[in-house]
């Protein structure tokens, strides 16, 4: 099994800052892609942030020259710095992986997601 935890969360007011954090642990053999998403009340879950195993990141437009999305694969972690951030960046984020593991013989690739982290902002 695996588990991807994450932290950070807050509240905040409009024009700080926070960064999330996501570590994974378990039946790890490699993490390939890693992602942040986020789901606002009454709203569907969203992409925020994508980066690959070799540091390419794609974000969602809304969070471009504000967020900022790295790794660090020798923890299994996945960071989500957030800059400027607005009243519309409120969601509970959750993390993304996917994981490669070995099962007897086989390979296997799975995704796993995290169990979210509050974010609010307000003043």
């Known amino acids: 099994q695996v588990q991807l935890v994450e932290s950070g969360g807050g509240l905040v007011q409009p024009g700080g800052s926070l960064r999330l954090s996501c570590v994974a642990s378990?039946?790890?053999?490699?993490?390939?892609?890693m992602g942040w998403y986020r789901q606002a009340p009454g709203k569907q879950r969203e992409l925020v942030a994508t980066?690959?195993?070799?540091?390419?990141?794609n974000y969602v437009d809304s969070v471009k020259g504000r967020f900022t999305i790295s790794r660090d694969n020798a923890k299994n972690t996945v960071y989500l710095q957030m800059n400027s951030l607005k009243p519309e960046d409120a969601a509970v984020y959750y993390c993304n992986g996917d994981i490669l593991q070995k099962e007897g013989s086989r390979w296997i690739i799975r995704g796993y997601w995290g169990q979210g982290t509050q974010v609010t902002v307000s003043s």
């Open positions: 980066i690959t195993s070799g540091g390419s990141t």
């Open positions: 378990g039946s790890i053999f490699r993490i390939n892609g």
